[in-house]
T-cell receptor, first 113, second 111 residues
Framework: NAGVTQTPKFQVLKTGQSMTLQCAQD?????MYWYRQDPGMGLRLIYY???????DKGEVPNGYNVSRLNKREFSLRLESAAPSQTSVYFC????????????FGDGTRLSIL | QKEVEQNSGPLSVPEGAIASLNCTYS??????FFWYRQYSGKSPELIMF????GDKEDGRFTAQLNKASQYVSLLIRDSQPSDSATYLC???????????FGKGTRLSVIA
């Protein structure tokens, strides 16, 4: 049981390049989330998908797009990467019923030069 | 703005002592609360959840919830160096909104 799988684990980009971070889950959860985590800033929600076919902006959506491809997969795209997007990105899933916890993938460490 | 607040620390405790981590939240309608542990360079890992007022124990961990005072705490008994990590508090606030995380408290257990 893999849980929440993120790919790639590490990536280095040049400013202006594009990149898609992938997240797949086998937990049959309805809701999926993308966070970024920077030192001293905690987890900041970028986008989320409460259910298949829906997406919503979180706290810091600028510079990102998302696609909920199906119930299992939720991707995060950087169209034109900027150094300010250097961060650790986490995908998380949640069953969707009120009061349930989120479960996290191992993260993607992204550096933009 | 609905918030979850934690002291960033670091909180230093000697090995074998009780570590007490605290969290306050702004939304009185909050219903469910979670504690995550995050080791350096790793992802957050769920360790406790609590929904009702009072205490909930799981091994060396006890979560305490006081809805009237709007705080939730995590006690770690017999602290070990392996407990050294950042602890994130999270809450489902009222309304159909995503889980809200605090910024975390860094715990250091000194051998």
């Amino acid at each position: 049981n893999a849980g929440v799988t993120q790919t790639p684990k590490f990536q280095v980009l040049k400013t202006g390049q594009s990149m898609t971070l992938q997240c797949a889950q086998d937990m049959n959860h309805n809701s999926m989330y993308w966070y970024r985590q920077d030192p001293g800033m905690g987890l900041r929600l970028i986008y989320y998908s409460a259910s298949e076919g829906t997406t919503d902006k979180g706290e810091v959506p600028n510079g990102y797009n998302v696609s909920r491809l199906n119930k299992r997969e939720f991707s995060l795209r950087l169209e034109s990467a900027a150094p300010s997007q250097t961060s650790v990105y986490f995908c998380a899933t949640e069953q969707g019923a009120r009061g349930q916890p989120q479960h996290f993938g191992d993260g993607t460490r992204l550096s933009i030069l | 703005q609905k918030e979850v607040e934690q002291n960033s620390g670091p909180l230093s405790v000697p090995e074998g002592a009780i570590a007490s981590l605290n969290c306050t939240y702004s939304d009185r309608g909050s219903q469910s609360f979670f504690w995550y542990r995050q080791y350096s360079g790793k992802s957050p890992e769920l360790i406790m959840f609590i929904y009702s007022n009072g205490d909930k124990e799981d091994g060396r961990f006890t979560a305490q919830l006081n809805k009237a005072s709007q705080y939730v705490s995590l006690l770690i008994r017999d602290s070990q160096p392996s407990d050294s990590a950042t602890y994130l508090c999270a809450a489902h606030l009222s309304g159909n909104t995503p889980l809200v995380f605090g910024k975390g408290t860094r715990l250091s257990v000194i051998a």
